[in-house]
Nanobody, 124 residues
């Protein structure tokens, strides 16, 4: 069973960039899929991006495609979300999630493991 630890959140101005990282402890991602979700105050948790650790499949939500990039570092057992051209509507708590069966879709409840979340705030 892996534990997920996110890092890299913070405060940035509109148009700026942030880089989030999700590291697995207590195991490796091996056959997992790994995703990023976000949740703004008063809103439901929404899918941002995902990848299959052992393959080439990557999935993005439409509202971040072209601005955000999800990638993996096998040596560090880490998944990174590079966020560019940030907008105030990107403000949320960002969560890393993983599924041992390799699900990489948009439904949050299908993911087995979750990190504690990291705050991203974009000021206007």
């Amino acid at each position: 069973q892996v534990q997920l630890v996110e890092s890299g959140g913070g405060l940035v101005q509109t148009g700026g960039s942030l880089r989030l990282s999700c590291t697995a402890s207590g195991g490796t991602f091996s056959t997992y899929s790994v995703a990023w979700f976000r949740q703004a105050p008063g809103k439901e948790r929404e899918f941002v991006a995902s990848l299959i650790w052992s393959g080439n499949t990557i999935n993005y939500a439409g509202h971040v495609k072209g601005r955000f990039t999800i990638s993996r570092d096998r040596a560090k057992n880490t998944v990174t979300l590079q966020m560019n051209v940030l907008q105030p509507e990107d403000t949320a708590v960002y969560y890393c999630a993983a599924d041992q069966q390799g699900y990489y879709g948009v439904i949050a409840r299908n993911y087995d493991y979750w990190g504690q979340g990291t705050q991203v705030t974009v000021s206007s």
